[in-house]
């Protein structure tokens, strides 16, 4: 069992930056693959960034890359998604997420953190 606590959200002009954090319970947060999904209201969920359960390989959604970033730190239980060049499309609740290949389809995630909310206002 993993349970998953984000935080870091909050409101932002575009063009600035937030970090959100996920801290993870549980010995075994090592060995899972990592993810952050988002959604915003009347949207489906959506794949933003996954990395590997080393940091070593990491995957984005085109429409985040080149300006977010995910790391991990096995030895703090935490992941991190590292978020520039904010822009209002980008205003969602964000989600952690944890599975045992990381992957971009959310049904492939076991565990799920109860999200935070991102606004960045125009």
């Known amino acids: 069992q993993v349970q998953l606590v984000e935080s870091g959200g909050g409101l932002v002009q575009a063009g600035g930056s937030l970090r959100l954090s996920c801290v993870a319970s549980?010995?075994?947060?090592?060995?899972?693959?990592m993810g952050w999904f988002r959604q915003a209201p009347g949207k489906e969920r959506e794949f933003v960034a996954a990395?590997?359960?080393?940091?070593?390989?990491?995957h984005y959604a085109d429409s985040v890359k080149g300006r977010f970033t995910i790391s991990r730190d096995n030895a703090k239980n935490t992941v991190y998604l590292q978020m520039n060049s904010l822009k209002p499309e980008d205003t969602a609740v964000y989600y952690c997420?944890?599975?045992?290949?990381?992957?971009?389809?959310?049904?492939?995630?076991?565990?799920w953190g109860q999200g935070t909310q991102v606004t960045v206002s125009s």
């Open positions: 997420a944890a599975a045992e290949i990381p992957a971009k389809i959310a049904n492939e995630y076991a565990y």
């Open positions: 549980g010995r075994t947060f090592s060995t899972y693959g």
């Open positions: 990395v590997s359960w080393s940091g070593d390989s990491t």
